[in-house]
């Protein structure tokens, strides 16, 4: 929503909005960038200010899971997220925490089969805080002791 004017813009074609082709998303700190997961497991980076769209090539989502807990480095150059696998009642079961490289679309898995539910609490221009207060590296995904 424009708030000079009140007008509301889709940030996606209005077709494929109303068709809610879109599962999970997230809108970067300053608004220029918007990386999304689609109904297809295609994960993708649109810039809304030129309306450029980068594709990923790889799946990293599944039937049965969940995308979510989105964080963006202050730059924005990383995101920072996780994929939950749901049980057979769709109940948490473990996730998997993942670091995309915004500029080359490399995605690193830095916490595999995560039983216990976390939180990325913190990230900065090198480091990700979780909520059990473990910290990992923003460029390799090793931990920090």
Known sequence: MDLNNGKVKSIFNEELDRERQFYFLSVSPSTKLVFYIDKN???????????SVKS??????????L??????????????????????????????????NV??????????????????????????TLSNQERYSLFDGSKIK
């Open 41 to 51: 497991h295609k994960t993708a980076l649109k810039d809304l200010q030129n309306e």
């Open 103 to 128: 500029e080359t679309g490399d995605t690193k898995t830095f916490l595999k089969d995560q039983k216990e539910y976390l939180f990325v609490t913190n990230i900065n221009n090198d480091s990700i």
């Open 67 to 100: 995308a979510g807990n989105f964080l963006w480095s202050p730059d924005e150059t990383k995101l920072v997220f996780m994929i939950e696998d749901l049980d057979k009642e769709y109940n948490y079961s473990s996730a998997d925490y993942f670091i995309l």
């Open 56 to 65: 990923f090539p790889s799946k990293i989502i599944k039937a049965n899971q």
